[in-house]
């Protein structure tokens, strides 16, 4: 989440007083400077018009919602969300629950994003239920706000508009947005923020290559560029070709007999929703089975758990999950074992399974490789690359490739995995 305020340019959440955001944005310190951009992995804003984009929900460990410090009350105009992946609208219900947003504040998304955040805002408050009963939590949001949320949406195609919150507090322009087409997946969007003459453009997350989505609509020019990197470090993804398909269809052997369940839950990176409960039950059950990640998988995630020792070369594979079985109990299995760590508020399960059966499929990322990245840096030509939404490694290896090849200075903001 990126908070936006007409003021002065982007600012690190662990500046302090003293920092000066010109000199770190590589910035003349001109008088004249209309905007701040905030990122705080979740973001806030103070005074004058306030702009959010996204409020997600963080999928691994540590604090699952943004930092909202420096909010107040109906404080926040509108928010614009570039896309419909949790780590990107998940925090909009509690955004909602905590009166933050003004009581005119549009969220402004694509029509697509709009119909798709529904449904899975439906399936998040039912999980987030289902947790904090378990763990005797408070609730962070409602039906009630869930509905709110939906009431805000406003509709937008691929182009640009403008919001007059600013001009209304202020004697200033309105803040124009423009919203182009990102390839991430259906409705996605870059977003170009401009007030005062000066501009910013989010990348949001940016496609790779995608024969049903079309291209990724080109950029315009701006003074700042927060540039996603989740694959920033990898040079081209390895393609899922017509061998490894039938490569993975000949290891099955349907014509051993019997049927092969083929188990579609690409939620949570193994994590939330139904996959991790999947997961058990396979080990549970079955002598051997194909467990395949093919995509990106957080910091602090079950995927990324399953994922280290798979690249450790492990003999097995063991991670502890708090998914619940969808009876009442798991099947019996040596292999599937209760545990009740110290200070634990429930008893969770530890699984173990053998190591060759998790595959890394590659070919199947709904993210830009470098090369894509850099054309997209090269297209908008900032004179500041903020690099977010990807590992130390990625956001390291992409920024020293921008700093070789384009004329802006990249910065690595630590908002990543």
């Known amino acids: 989440m990126t908070g936006i ?214 950029p315009p020019q701006a003074d700042i560029l927060f540039l996603e990197s989740t694959y920033g470090g990898t040079h081209s993804h390895t393609s899922f070709s017509d061998a490894d398909r039938r490569a993975i269809l000949e290891d099955a052997d349907p014509a051993a007999g019997g049927k092969i369940p083929v188990i579609v839950a690409p939620s949570g990176m193994l994590t939330g929703g139904n996959s991790p409960r999947y997961l058990v039950e396979l080990a549970a059950r079955f002598h051997s089975a194909t467990v395949m990640l093919t995509g990106y998988q957080a910091l602090q995630t079950t995927g990324r758990t399953i994922q280290n020792q798979v690249d450790a070369e492990a003999e097995e594979i063991q991670f502890t999950t708090d998914a619940e079985p969808f009876g009442t109990d798991w099947p019996a299995a040596d292999n599937v074992t209760w545990i009740s760590p110290d200070g634990a508020a429930e008893p969770t399960t530890r699984v173990t399974m053998p190591s060759d059966w998790v595959s890394m499929v590659g070919g199947l990322s709904g993210h830009a490789a470098q090369p894509g990245l850099l054309d997209f840096a090269r297209t908008v030509d900032p004179e500041t690359i903020a690099l977010i939404h990807g590992p130390d490694y990625a956001q390291e290896h992409l920024g020293n490739h921008l700093a070789k090849t384009s004329r802006a200075s990249p910065t690595s903001l630590g908002v990543g995995d």
């Open 5 to 218: 305020d007409p003021e002065t340019p982007w600012l690190p959440a662990d500046a302090d007083q003293n920092f000066n955001p010109l000199e770190h944005a590589g910035v003349d310190p001109s008088p004249d400077i209309s905007m701040i951009v905030t990122p705080r992995g979740g973001d806030r804003e103070v005074g004058r018009g306030c702009y959010l984009v996204d409020c997600g929900l963080n999928q691994g460990g540590g604090d699952n919602y943004p930092d909202f410090r420096g909010l107040g009350p109906g404080s926040v105009d509108a928010v614009f969300l570039t896309h419909a992946h949790i780590d990107h609208y998940g925090g909009l219900p509690v955004l909602e629950a905590r009166g933050y947003l003004d009581d005119d504040a549009p969220i402004i998304a694509t029509r697509p994003t709009i119909d798709l955040t529904k449904t899975l805002l439906e399936d998040s408050l039912k999980i987030h239920r289902r947790e904090t009963n378990r763990h005797g939590d408070q609730q962070q949001f409602t039906q009630q706000d869930v509905m709110a949320v939906f009431d805000r949406f406003e509709p937008v195609n691929y182009g640009g508009g403008r919001v007059g919150a600013v001009a209304e507090k202020i004697d200033r322009d309105p803040l124009v947005y423009q919203l182009g087409n990102a390839a991430h997946l259906l409705g996605s969007a870059w977003l170009m923020l401009q007030t005062e003459g000066y501009r910013v453009v989010f990348s949001g997350n940016l496609g790779g290559r995608a024969s049903h989505l079309p291209d990724i609509t080109p």
